[in-house]
């Protein structure tokens, strides 16, 4: 994605959309805050180029392709007479361009380790405060638009529902840099198949089809990207990884690690704590993926057993074996597997557990009972997707499919 400067507007060279011209100079003042360039050093897809080589695309990526999506979509409503003030129009741009700020390194994974009861929602809605702050209270309608309170209901749904830019962008990149075709989504004509009715995003009947592919590439792009087998397998071995560093820490061991990530190893911050005290979210808007990377470069030679185990294996690609069953694994087979993995490296029952893990995946590609897409038919009536829709079973898509998986150091 290359980048240049043209009479005070931006222009970004994306691979998947072409050319995209930011149209206002406070934009361009966000894109350039360090919080947001921060993006550039957080990996969209986690660990997901263990898998699929190409997969190394970021979230500054993802953020800038989401807001030339709302940017097109706009100007598409605007044409149908849909009323959208200049203020309105920044905001919407302004809320989708930052509503993956608050991520931190390989995001799921660090709010499952060494912070707790933090959410990256929260921590996106804290800083787009901040940022308020600091510039004078221009991001004013872009935070109502954000976290749905503004008059216009509309317009959070463009940033956040089941058929947002947000998803619109990822499913076409990821698509793009993994390689994996069947996440391709006719993104131009699903925006130009929008309007809005009631207060409502709704989709025009002729467009019904490329949403019903919208809905195919979902639940496809979820089984053989997000929620593939190799990748559960090692972005729960980076858990480990960290959980484990937590706790040594919290023992007392002295670990090598960078200044920033090593506060919240040493550390006990939660949500309350970084909304009381703007020095631990500034804290936690330093950390990246390089700061875990580096961190587990070294932990490799570390004395201790488990943590220089599960950081050499990540790092050289020798993942957990992993299995997928439609019902639960029994408990006996996971402690068997923990009394042999004990034996085997001279662990004990408790550090064994670090090299078993077990949990449930889901994926529902359509849930009306959250939030419908509404098609506008013909006649003027509005209808759900699921209830409009002949040519596939989308009701048979909204039913979440739930797969257990298990998977042992070997």
Known sequence: MREQKLNKKKIFNDPVYGFITLKDEFIIEIIDHPWFQRLRRISQLGLSHLVYPGAVHNRFHHAIGAMNLMQETLDSLKQKGVGISDEEELGAILAILLHDVGHGPFSHALEHSIVSDISHEELTLLIMHHLNEEFGGKLHTAIEIFSDTYKKKFLHQLVSSQLDMDRLDYLSRDSFYSGVSEGIVGTERIIKMLDVQDDQVVVEEKGIYSIEKYIVARRLMYWQVYLHKTVLSAEFMLVNILKRAKQLAHDGV????????????????????????????????????????????????????????????????????IKLSSEKWPEELISKMQHRISEKYELSLDEASYFVIHDMVDNKAYSPASENILIKMKDGTVTDLALASDHLNISALSDPVQKWFLAEYL
């Open 254 to 321: 002295d670990l090598f690690a960078t200044p920033v990530l090593r506060e919240f190893l040493y550390s006990e911050y939660d949500m309350s704590m970084i909304r009381s005290d703007k020095t631990i979210l500034e804290k936690f808007c330093e950390l990246d993926d390089y700061d875990v990377l580096a961190c587990i470069k070294v932990w490799k030679n570390h004395e201790d057993k488990v943590l220089s185990l599960l950081s050499s294996s990540l790092l050289n690609r020798k993942l957990f074996k």
